[in-house]
């Protein structure tokens, strides 16, 4: 797969690309319609994924998508001129570039412009077709967040809602987010079947009247500390040991905060050894707001560190066909984690830290399809070497479900050679597998099954192979890396549950043989060691 490079182009005359169309009437052909545009980049490589940006030129803005590759040296402000095709992907309209065919490109002409003002719409206008792929600002009330999509936030100022989607690599943290909290919010607009879309490219792209005082997500155990989580970052003024937190029983001997002060760590004068009661009170938020009081219970044997799972959902897990989600095609992995080991279950949209990952035991990724930033990578290495469990749940070679010229083998081959194993990329179909080997983690299975799945090549002697397929191609790996453990299966089927997304064509695999005893199985042992 080729990486596609751009050239700067300084001082070219423009009357000498009469080729070039403005963006508007390229949007008006037909798909397949090969053609020429010019315009500056309003969303750079990244926020969106690392194959889609955004440019716009006077007459409107539309979705850029590179098949099979990535952009490089492609930055907001750049005027690009890019030869492609139009097509419609889900009623999105798009311009795309075929990384594999030499007369399509995008070129630099300049860098460093003055961006596009954004155009100022109603909250309706973001139903607008005429406006999609444009670079807008709107301003209205949060009216509703979905249940179920909490990446959905539809706002209103009057004139008919329009739903601002919260994409996955924007670090925007969807908890954020309030029924009743007013917002101004820029970014393009793009469609998804018959939704369309506000799509901010960061943070900074939101302003909001924050009236809304922090929340405590959860309470646990951990090195017999006691650590409060909050939905968002707290003033370390409000936090006064024995007053604002209190526990019963107990005194708190001092504090210290963490994870940009979305955490606070307690130190007690004595271990927690049965339930107990928190109190806590007139925490405040960085913008003053002040939360009322809760009490909850700190259970010694369920609100412990061993019993946190975190699925990562932020790096293309609904791709394509994909919805490996815990709201979506792994929601039966999720609660059959709860239901039978009473796990405590998150995920998280968010950029990977080592502050993030080290408030869980287990750390799950299931088929990435987007590639992990590098300071992404080291936090994972960091995780496992100080303890953390890692599941890693890849599929087959050239599973590549949005084009971006990454699939799950390449991404996780890009750090997994750390823990003496890599994936293959080959792909295999078989049910029941041929071998499984005595373990722990294979205790009561016989049978799995793999439905278009990579084998794994062992490259250290102390990796141990616990399922093979008739070829004694290892599918399903165990290895250690410090003081941490790393489990790698090859398919992201047999855990798929088939209630994903009703556009998705999905495998249930979860209903299979052995398949969702051994997720279990697989979790249990990485809580425990």
Do not use: C
Not at 195 to 222: H, N, Q, Y
């Amino acid at each position: 797969m080729r990486k596609l490079y751009f050239m700067l182009l300084i001082l070219v005359p423009l009357f000498l690309f009469s080729s070039v169309i403005s963006i508007s009437d390229a949007k008006a052909l037909s798909d397949g319609k090969d053609v020429i545009v010019r315009g500056i980049v309003t969303v750079e490589p990244g926020p969106f994924d690392v194959n889609i940006i955004f440019i716009q030129d006077e007459s409107g803005g539309i979705n850029v998508y590179l098949r099979g590759g990535h952009f490089e040296g492609i930055n907001r402000g750049d005027l690009v001129e890019i030869s492609g095709y139009m097509w419609t992907h889900r009623l999105n309209r798009e311009l795309v570039i075929d990384a594999d065919k030499e007369k399509y490109y995008i070129k630099v002409l300049s860098k460093n412009n003055i961006l596009p003002q954004p155009k100022k719409i109603s909250t309706k206008d973001i139903t607008n077709e005429e406006y999609q792929g444009l670079f807008v600002e709107v301003e209205g009330d949060v009216v509703k967040i979905e249940q179920s999509d909490p990446r959905k936030v539809y706002i209103d100022d009057g004139s008919g809602n329009g739903m601002v989607f919260i994409r996955e690599n924007t670090g925007i943290l969807t908890s954020y987010f309030r029924v009743g909290m007013h917002l101004k919010v820029k970014g393009v607009l793009g469609r998804y079947q018959s939704f369309f879309e506000l799509w901010p490219r960061s943070m900074e792209d939101i302003e909001a009247g924050d009236v809304f005082p922090p929340e405590v997500k959860s309470v646990f155990l951990k090195d017999d500390k006691v650590y409060v989580v909050f939905n968002e970052p707290v003033s370390e003024k409000s936090v006064i040991d024995n007053k604002t937190i209190r526990i019963a029983g107990r005194s708190i001997k001092g504090h210290k905060m963490y994870f940009s002060n979305r955490v606070v760590i307690l130190e007690l004068d004595k271990k927690i050894d049965s339930t107990v009661k928190i109190m806590i009170r007139f925490i405040k938020d960085m913008n003053e707001n002040q939360m009322g009081s809760v009490i909850a219970s700190i259970n010694p044997e369920k609100d412990v560190f061993a019993k946190r799972v975190l699925f990562d959902e932020g790096h293309g897990q609904q791709a394509g066909n994909a919805d490996w989600v815990i709201y979506g095609a792994y929601s039966d992995f999720a609660n059959a984690l709860k239901n039978e080991l009473g796990m405590y279950v998150e995920s998280t949209k968010e950029n990977l830290t080592y502050e993030l990952l080290s408030l869980y035991k287990v750390f799950i990724i299931p088929e990435p399809n987007r590639p992990f930033k590098a300071e992404e990578i080291d936090a994972i290495l960091k995780f496992v070497e100080n303890g953390g469990g890692l599941f890693l749940i890849a599929d087959h070679g050239g599973s590549d479900r949005n084009g971006n010229g990454w699939d799950s083998p390449k991404i996780f081959n890009e750090f997994v050679e750390n823990f003496g194993f890599k994936f293959t990329g080959d792909s295999i179909e078989e049910e029941p597998l041929e071998y499984v080997y005595e373990h722990e983690i294979t205790e009561g299975i016989n049978n799995v099954g793999a439905w278009a799945g990579s084998t794994i090549q062992v490259l250290r002697d102390d990796v141990k192979i616990l399922i093979s397929d008739r070829n004694k191609k290892p599918y399903l790996v165990l290895s250690s890396y410090g003081k941490g453990f790393v489990v790698a299966i090859g398919d992201s089927s047999p855990f798929d549950d088939g209630t994903g997304d009703k556009n998705d064509i999905l495998h249930d695999g979860w209903s299979y043989g052995d398949d969702a005893k051994l997720a279990v199985n697989i979790v249990k042992f990485l809580s425990s060691h």
